[in-house]
C-alpha cells in the first residue's frame, strides 16, 4: 500500500508542534513602507492554528 500525501502547500504552511500546530502570521510579506514598525514587530512571533481549524490541518498532513 503506497503512502498517503501531505498536501505539499500545508506542509510548507504548517509545522507539528506538541500542542497543535504553528503557523506565520499573514500581512507581514509586502508593502511593509506604509506599515509602521510596532505593527511589523507584533507580526513577528508564530501563531497557533485556530482549534476550529486544526483538523482541516491535519487532514491535509496525514504522515505528520
Not at 502547500?9 to 506565520?24: E, I, L
Amino acid at each position: 500500500m503506497p503512502k498517503i500525501k501531505s498536501n505539499s502547500g500545508a506542509a510548507k504552511r504548517f509545522k507539528k508542534t506538541g500542542s497543535g500546530f504553528k503557523r506565520k502570521q499573514a500581512f507581514k510579506n509586502h508593502i511593509l513602507t506604509k506599515k509602521n514598525s510596532k505593527r511589523i514587530r507584533q507580526l513577528r512571533p508564530k501563531q497557533q492554528v485556530a482549534a476550529s481549524d486544526v483538523a482541516m490541518v491535519r487532514r491535509m498532513m496525514p504522515g505528520v
